[in-house]
């Protein structure tokens, strides 16, 4: 079965409802409560993590949530972490790069369940940590986010 | 495993020190074990493909660790430094246990 745009909006219209049946709207979006810190406590091993320096090349407005463009980069990164802090999931997907890599950059597409902002955390060859964030705008299969 | 089809895109030369780009894709539903079947109602497992690697000659260039929230039909586009003529390998690791391969020699230029 494939995961269609109307499955997919289906899933978000009942999160929806379900939150307003509850009379807590939102509860279901809660911003960063998807367990995003502790992901990026888990990759960093609580490092102090620097903000900047780590490019994310998103759309501004995605139409479908089902799958955005995404691109990262960071110099001298060995490795780069993406999370979806709006996500039911924080986790996307982690790149490491190796010396035969070329830029230290890569791109996929991914999902996003709602507007939200794409995190992406870089860990360098230095071992220190630096990241970014970029808001993200999603309407179809956004729940008109 | 219907219709998996991995498919990458490389030059066919290079010249040792240049920096090309690597274009992958793989069909695959990348079920996300989060969908429930609209008929039982019973949730879909999750069946992706959770782990992407790149090696050149054996020698690691690239990798992926995957989640649920990498869109269907994986794609992944990534650059290396051509050390001179080789054989790069990829390697897609689903849920299943199943390892899709394929192979791209790459010669100097």
């Known amino acids: ?49 620097a903000e900047g320096g780590v490019d994310i090349g998103a759309p501004e407005i995605a139409e479908n949530g089902n ?34 890599s070329g830029a230290r950059s890569a791109s996929t597409r991914i999902r996003l369940a709602k507007t939200q902002d794409v995190i992406a955390v870089a860990r360098l ?10 808001p993200v705008k999603v309407t179809i299969g956004g729940c008109g986010g | 495993m219907s219709n998996v089809k991995p498919r990458v895109k490389v030059p066919k030369s290079a010249a040792a020190g240049e920096v090309i780009t690597i274009k ?3 069909s695959h539903p990348m079920e996300s074990g989060q969908r429930k079947d609209s008929k039982t109602g019973e949730v879909i497992p999750r069946k992706i493909i959770n782990t992407f690697t790149a090696t050149f000659e054996g020698e690691p260039v690239f990798k992926a660790k995957i989640e649920p929230a990498v869109a269907a ?31 791209k020699s790459i010669a100097a230029a």
């Open chain 1, 1 to 49: 079965m494939e995961w269609t745009r109307r499955d997919f909006g289906a899933l978000c219209a009942g999160a929806v409802a379900t939150a307003a049946l509850v009379g807590r709207p939102g509860f279901a979006f809660a911003a960063d409560d998807n367990g995003t810190q502790a992901a990026i406590d888990a990759f960093t091993g609580g490092a102090p993590v």
């Open chain 1, 67 to 100: 799958t955005v463009p995404i691109e990262v980069g960071a110099e001298n990164a060995a490795a780069i972490m993406i999370l979806a802090s709006g996500n039911p999931n924080p986790g996307v997907v982690t790149f490491e790069f190796t010396p035969l």
């Open chain 1, 125 to 134: 060859e230095d071992g220190s940590f630096a990241m970014a964030r970029r």
């Open chain 2, 24 to 26: 992958t894709l793989i």
């Open chain 2, 73 to 103: 039909n994986p794609y992944i586009e990534f650059s290396m430094k051509v050390p001179g003529p080789g054989t790069l390998r990829f390697e897609w690791l689903d849920d299943d246990g199943t390892i899709y391969d394929l192979e």
